[in-house]
């Protein structure tokens, strides 16, 4: 396992940590932090720096389905990738 992979799970697992030991956390509100922070783990990690063939393994691995229903991971992408940029 790369760095860069142990850096974005660290990440995603520290930006859960806090909402899921919160008792008024509901499974929507988990479902929806959850997808919104892999936009800010993965430019954090570097993924903007990571050769084309790196970057298709993260879309096999990342459930495109899933991405696609959440609204909320679009904004956070996008609020994200405009604060680096």
């Known amino acids: ?24 956390s509901t499974c929507s509100i988990i479902n929806d932090e959850g997808f919104g922070s892999h936009a800010k783990c993965y430019l954090q990690s570097g993924v903007c720096n990571i050769p084309p063939k790196d970057m298709f393994e993260i879309v096999n691995i990342v459930a495109i389905k899933d991405l696609i229903g959440n609204k ?5 992408s996008n609020n994200n990738y405009n604060q680096i940029h």
């Open 1 to 24: 396992m790369t760095k860069r992979v142990e850096d974005t799970m660290l990440c995603l697992q520290n930006s859960l940590f806090s909402i899921c030991n919160n008792d008024t």
């Open 72 to 76: 909320k991971a679009f904004q956070v």
